[in-house]
């Protein structure tokens, strides 16, 4: 009987420190503006955590995903501008290999239904795979890199607070960096504070937006600034990429020199622009739609007329497009290189 | 509280030793060696080229005259599922990796053995379109076990790499990645073979000289994309599986 009294102790014990423990697993909410639509990312198959959020945020900035630990995801994906890089054209991977497009931002990931410029990608969970394997990326394989992340004394200790396992596995190595992406956020700039009605537009950005929702909203539509799908927006082809676009993906012919329509948050300091980074600046990128785009066969049905706006009103369109950039999201100190 | 039931259970454990430990050690064994286990039956894969056993690394000479070394051979059994002589039918609607570097993958412990005559088996080759657009998934589904396509979402049904002095290919290599799971080129294969016999293991063959019968390796060397080579290659795979 005594022995039945100790046991029984013991196990109180036991369960003490377990939900003692489980009380440390931090569940986050992600904050969505309420006349946003819902997010495509089913947070139910990978509840965000405290834990799980920092693991995924050490993996993004890690060269550990790389085969000669030189590349992380940080090197194409910098945080000041909109998780992009900038200055050139084509994104740069191991041993200064050169992709054959442009690094996409991550922002709103939740709302993505699929990734990547042409689409091919169909869940933001087996994303990270596609810059791990590519040979101009990071040339390594998932498996090697689940393998170095069980030697890391670090990463079993993080691995274990965020999932309660010591061994590692693909599955948690992707959810990981997934918690770390979806939480991703932008809904602060001065155009979401327009909208809900906390901070007023100037008088150039007011005519902007008017611009800006009669030209451009069909594909670059509100909130999100994009209607996830994939567009001809009439630029000429390059000779040395032959980049087709979505028509890799699906085959059909349709779907040549298609690509993903990208959001416009934070356009501002996401240059360059275009899925090979042709232009520079945002007023390149206005002139293409006022009169350079090019007529073909699967060119977006929008565009078959030019913009024709005039000098004061691209001025304007660009003041607008100005009010997409969200300090509180560039400079976020959460998302930053983990201390 | 399942800590304390637990350990409630652990000084039951030390009343009823002797039951709990065969207990214990028959679930196991029926886990790990299902097939010396009379109560479980057990689904082996033989790989054989023609009638030999077939090994890796090793040199074959294919009915094309193409001369050739396979150094990898994966490919997924889904939907595994037995239909009895009286109608019943048992399925198993996991996803298995069978590996031939690794060759405990060849043998899967299917069920409890019902000691009923079976009429016929049939299973998938490859993983179904749900899996493929369901994120990271564990076990013989993760993505870190090299079957699943980066650029393009999707499982690789069955991946076949090896080396042929008839490739003009680096390395002579050539690479057949076959899968995709989408229309039109939805390349998971189902099979249905007869078996009309009682027994406690399915001896499952799968004969390579028969995949490389009618592929001429000059000209087909390298599938790794969904599509109509990948589909081609699907249907083939669908014939080399057999039951002696």
């Known amino acids: ?339 | 509280m399942s800590f304390l039931n637990y350990l409630l259970e652990l000084e039951n454990l030390k009343m009823k030793k002797s039951f709990h430990i065969i207990y214990f050690l028959s679930l196991s064994s029926f886990s790990l060696f299902g097939q010396n286990e009379i109560d479980s039956l057990s689904l082996k894969i033989n790989p054989k080229w023609s009638v030999n056993n077939f090994k890796l690394n090793t040199t074959y000479i294919s009915k094309q005259k193409d001369t050739l070394k396979i150094t990898q051979f994966k490919f997924y059994i889904s939907d595994f599922q037995i239909t009895y002589e009286d109608n019943t039918i048992l399925s198993d609607k996991k996803s298995h990796l069978i590996d031939l570097e690794k060759p405990n993958t060849t043998l899967l412990a299917i069920t409890k053995n019902n000691k009923k005559e079976i009429k016929s088996i049939n299973f998938s080759i490859g993983v179904d379109s749900l899996a493929s657009v369901s994120g990271a998934l564990s076990g013989d589904l993760d993505l870190s076990n090299g079957m699943y396509w980066a650029w393009q979402s999707g499982y690789i049904n069955m991946k076949i790499e090896g080396t042929s002095s008839s490739c003009k290919t680096r390395k002579n290599s050539f690479n057949f990645h076959i899968g995709g799971y989408l229309n039109p080129y939805y390349a998971m294969r189902k099979i249905e073979i007869p078996i009309n016999k009682l027994q406690n293991q399915i001896n499952l063959t799968v004969d390579l000289e028969r995949f490389f019968s009618e592929i001429n390796l000059k000209e087909m060397n390298s599938v790794m994309i969904p599509g109509n080579d990948a589909m081609a290659l699907a249907n083939l795979s669908s014939k080399i599986f057999y039951i002696e």
Request: proline residues 4%.
């Open chain 1, 1 to 339: 009987m005594k022995k039945i009294v100790l046991i029984f102790v013991l196990g109180f014990l036991i369960f003490g420190i377990v939900s003692f423990s489980k009380s440390h697993f931090a569940p986050i909410y992600i904050e969505i503006p309420t006349n946003w639509p819902k997010p495509v990312y089913d947070f139910k198959k990978n509840p965000l955590t405290e834990e799980g959020f920092q693991l995924g945020r050490h993996l993004f900035y890690d060269p550990i995903l790389s085969k000669d630990n030189t590349i992380s995801c940080s090197s194409c994906h910098l945080q000041a501008t909109g998780f992009t890089h900038v200055d050139h054209e084509l994104s740069h991977g191991i041993e200064g290999k050169i992709g054959t497009r442009n690094s996409l931002t991550l922002q709103n990931l939740a709302w993505s239904k699929n990734f990547m410029w042409d689409g091919g990608v169909n869940h933001l969970d087996v994303q990270a795979i596609t810059p791990i394997t590519s040979e101009v990326e990071m040339n390594e394989t998932l498996e090697n890199v689940v393998n170095k992340l069980q030697k890391s004394e670090k990463y079993v200790d993080l691995f274990e607070k965020a999932f309660r396992t010591k061994k590692i596995t693909g599955q948690l190595t992707l959810k990981a960096i997934s918690q770390f992406l979806v939480s991703l956020t932008t809904t602060n700039s001065k155009y979401d504070k327009f909208i809900r009605n906390e901070e007023e537009f100037t008088e150039m950005e007011q005519k902007g937006y008017a611009l800006f929702q009669n030209h451009c909203t069909s594909c670059h539509k509100e909130p999100l600034l994009t209607n996830n799908e994939f567009r001809n927006n009439g630029l000429p082809m390059v000779a040395d990429l032959k980049d087709l676009g979505r028509m890799k993906i699906t085959q059909n012919s349709k779907d040549s020199l298609l690509f993903k329509v990208p959001t416009l948050r934070n356009i501002e300091f996401t240059f360059p622009y275009m899925h090979d980074g042709r232009f520079k600046t945002l007023t390149e990128v206005i002139k293409h739609y006022n009169s350079g785009v090019q007529k073909s066969r699967t060119l977006s049905k929008e565009l078959h007329q030019p913009m024709n706006l005039n000098d004061n009103e691209r001025t304007e369109l660009v003041a607008f497009l100005k009010t997409l950039t969200d300090k509180t999201f560039l400079f976020n100190k959460k998302y930053a290189y983990p201390k």
